[in-house]
């Protein structure tokens, strides 16, 4: 019997990504605490982990060494929540992919699907316009936060972006 058969059905994968992280932070919690068994995985804080070699920022392109270190950070937020969503968790994942590397970060996720939740606050233009989006009052207010926390999982349907075809 597997692990999967033990627990139940696997759990979704959710991103939640904005310009500002404590507003992706934030709203991936409020977001994490709203349903029934979840786990919240930071990719700042897989980042923050980093005990040297970190890559600071991103330049305009960024380096090889910095894509790089993205692509760690990405993998391993992603191994996180795929093993919670073998035990049946929504994994959570609160991570800076705007712009042309939300693609990117789709493409590692595939063939999985996953719930996109794009804060459109100070986002970047060239974002593709998949999944959720949603606004904030930029205050950083929790009263805001948790409002949009509860429309989010309220349209939770409508943040469904399939990562590869289906026949």
Do not use: K, N
């Not at 919240?40 to 897989?46: I, K, N, P, T």
């Not at 009052?137 to 409508?158: I, P, S, Y």
């Amino acid at each position: 019997m597997s692990a999967t058969d033990e627990s139940g059905p696997r759990g979704r994968l959710l991103l939640v990504t904005a310009a500002r992280a404590p507003v992706r932070a934030a709203l991936a919690a409020a977001v994490a605490g709203r349903l029934d068994r979840a786990v919240l995985v930071d990719g700042a804080a897989l980042e923050q982990a980093l005990c040297s070699g970190a890559a600071p920022g991103w330049d305009d392109p960024p380096t090889s060494e910095q894509l790089r270190l993205r692509l760690l950070r990405w993998s391993a937020a992603l191994a996180v929540a795929e093993t919670y969503q073998l035990e049946g968790f929504d994994a959570i994942v609160s991570e800076d992919a705007l712009g042309d590397r939300l693609e990117d970060f789709l493409d590692l996720v595939e063939p999985e699907p996953v719930h996109v939740v794009v804060v459109r606050d100070d986002a970047d233009p060239a974002t593709p316009h998949w999944g959720l989006w949603v606004g904030t009052d930029g205050t950083d207010d929790a009263a805001d936060t948790d409002a949009t926390a509860d429309d989010v999982v309220e349209r939770l349907a409508d943040a469904l972006v399939l990562t590869a075809e289906t026949d």
